[in-house]
């Protein structure tokens, strides 16, 4: 009995870290859709190279934090945190077709990714 439910208990926290997974990728969509929509020099031309986009950002984000320890979001680690936010989203544009950001796009974006990503509920924590 007791094997019957680790392994019920496994499959229960599997699922729900899927669920998890998914729920950021969704938010981080819709924080990087506000994000282009409120920053000039910033476009994102359809919703595949916003979903390629959210994708590759939150692969460059989690390959960032295993490997430094430094979140890439503006209220992350402050000003560090704040230069990777806006690093990331440059460097995204040479991963995904459609999506188009100057350095001085980078930079607002930052801000209003930090912003908006600070207000819309999600967890943080897989």
Excluded: C
Aim: hydrophobic content about 55%; glycine content about 8%; overall charge negative.
């Amino acid at each position: 009995m007791s094997d019957n439910h680790m392994e019920n208990s496994q499959a229960t926290n599997s699922s729900s870290t899927i669920w998890q997974i998914i729920g950021r990728l969704v938010t981080a969509g819709i924080v990087l859709a506000i994000t282009a929509f409120f920053t000039p020099g910033f476009q994102i031309s359809n919703f595949w190279a916003l979903a390629i986009a959210t994708v590759v950002l939150t692969i460059i984000d989690f390959l960032i934090a295993k490997f430094t320890g430094l979140k890439a979001s503006p209220f992350g680690k402050g000003f560090v945190g704040f230069v990777l936010s806006a690093v990331v989203l440059y460097i995204t544009q040479y991963f995904v077709a459609g999506y188009v950001i100057s350095w001085m796009a980078a930079i607002i974006g930052a801000l209003i990714y930090g912003v908006v990503d600070y207000f819309l509920p999600g967890d943080e924590q897989m």
